[in-house]
């Protein structure tokens, strides 16, 4: 028996029925949301588009501890989201966005290989 042997598997994975325990909570809250236009949005199809299910999945994925694809998700669809709106996006935020948001992704990979370097060295 090695030295490794007697440390758990640490995963960051979570148990299917608990994964899809929390898909079925996240499609409930949204389909609260929906169904009370609580973002004004008007029918329940405005709220079902390509970039919500794109945040949906993000929302998914974190609540998974899978935050970069989370993060870049959410970040990706609420983009688009607010672009296909009548909503108003300030100069200072369109210019650096998508830089910021390549830059938070290239520490994100960053700081997830030095935790999982840590994790491998117990």
Not at 13 to 26: A, D, K, M, N, V
């Amino acid at each position: 028996m090695t030295h490794k042997d007697h440390f758990p598997k640490r995963d960051k994975e979570l148990h299917p029925q608990i994964g899809f325990g929390l898909f079925l909570i996240t499609f409930g809250l949204a389909m609260l949301v929906a169904t009370n236009d609580l973002l004004n949005l008007g029918s329940v199809k405005d709220y079902f588009t390509w970039e919500t299910v794109l945040v949906f999945i993000g929302v998914l994925l974190l609540l998974n501890l899978q935050f970069t694809g989370g993060l870049v998700l959410i970040a990706i669809g609420s983009w688009f989201f607010i672009e296909n709106r009548d909503y108003q996006i300030p100069e200072l935020v369109r210019t650096i966005y998508w830089p910021s948001l390549i830059i938070l992704i290239g520490i994100a990979f960053i700081i997830s290989s030095f935790i999982k370097g840590n994790r491998k060295q117990l």
